[in-house]
């Protein structure tokens, strides 16, 4: 069945007599105002009190889904069922939803959020796989980096606004594809600029700060790429804007962490390539925390960063970074390790050992 992304909702109207939808991917933003389009397409305002159930599902049933799609609109022509956190459902409900889907009547329109892609544990997918065989699938993933630009543009016109390349590209580096954030500067520009007709690269730098985590993901990019000199100045700065070591640490962890499971992935195979084609009996030695699974289905562009980096090191650079790491956490909460004379270094100090040692500088 189609597949449409949330960037063309209008396409959506083709399919108006489509009983199932199925909304997926992991932007939140996109899925609200895909939810939003398919309401206003389904139901005029005054419907929406009687016609359309909105339930969970970490709390309804099977049961509960089935009856209440299966009923009847109540003074209208279509009643609407939305059933949010579609993996929250056991496995067997799942199954007895899925079963039901292509019974629904005419007058029915069954949407499901499923924010995740591909397999889950326990056979959770099943609805959702068995939904885009049969409905309409809106990708609700925020577009990469290259596409980036495009919806900010359109975000821009949409409120009656051009914008300079150069300032959506500015936009881009300093926030990425967080579009909730993005749409929020927009509206603050926008509303700066009063009647200027277009944004230009000198209101974003005037109006739009780099925040400290877009600094931070500078950072682990420039450590994972073994760029000493980038790495230490980007760190100057961070230790300039907060004396939160331990942020940035837990930020090194994290992407080495991901570096880790990357590099074994590859090794085994299974990378580059699809999250769906890994086996379960290795998605289930993947950590709970930090796992790279939500990357490889939700952030390709990331995906594809972590490969490139991973090349760069070897199994035993990867190996000793943990040590690094843990060393450097023991010296910022002030303990030795055993059989070591503590030695006292400020937190900045600390962490620029860390850096070099990371980018493989003896």
Request: charged share 25%; aromatic share 4%; with cysteine.
């Amino acid at each position: 069945m189609p597949l449409i992304s949330a960037l063309q909702l209008k396409e959506c109207k083709k399919h108006r007599e489509t009983t199932v939808w199925l909304l997926r991917g992991g932007d939140n933003l996109l899925i609200r105002r895909a939810h939003t389009f398919l309401l206003e397409m389904f139901l005029a305002p005054e419907e929406r009190e009687f016609n359309h159930d909105l339930l969970e599902g970490g709390s309804a049933t099977a049961a509960e889904v089935i009856s209440r799609s299966a009923a009847l609109p109540f003074l209208g022509s279509l009643r609407v069922v939305t059933l949010r956190e579609v993996r929250k459902l056991s496995a067997d409900d799942h199954k007895k939803i899925a079963a039901s889907l292509g019974k629904l009547p005419s007058s029915t329109r069954l949407i499901l959020i499923d924010p995740e892609e591909g397999s889950a544990a326990g056979g959770k997918e099943t609805l959702s796989k068995e939904a885009a065989k049969i409905g309409v699938v809106v990708d609700c993933q925020a577009p990469e980096r290259e596409d980036l630009r495009k919806w900010i543009a359109q975000e821009v016109a949409a409120q009656g606004k051009s914008i300079e390349p150069v300032a959506a590209s500015m936009l881009c580096e300093l926030i990425g594809n967080d579009l909730n954030r993005l749409s929020l500067e927009i509206e603050k520009i926008i509303l700066y600029m009063d009647d200027q007709p277009k944004i230009t690269k000198a209101l974003v730098q005037k109006l739009v700060s780099k925040s400290t985590e877009e600094t931070v993901f500078r950072l682990t990019d420039a450590v994972a790429e073994k760029k000493v000199a980038v790495a230490m100045k980007v760190l100057e700065e961070l230790m300039q804007e907060t004396d939160n070591a331990y942020a940035i640490l837990g930020m090194l962890t994290r992407h080495f962490r991901l570096l880790a499971q990357t590099q074994w992935l590859m090794a085994l195979g299974y990378l580059p390539g699809p999250a769906e084609a890994i086996p379960q009996r290795l998605t289930e030695k993947l950590p709970s925390t930090h796992s790279i699974l939500p990357v490889l289905k939700n952030q390709p562009w990331l995906a594809r960063k972590l490969i490139q980096q991973a090349k760069l090191f070897s199994e035993e650079e990867i190996f000793h970074s943990f040590g690094h790491l843990l060393q450097a956490d023991l010296s910022l909460k002030g303990i030795s390790a055993p059989d070591e004379e503590l030695v006292q270094h400020t937190p900045r100090m600390t962490m620029q050992l860390l850096v070099m040692q990371l980018c493989g500088v003896k």
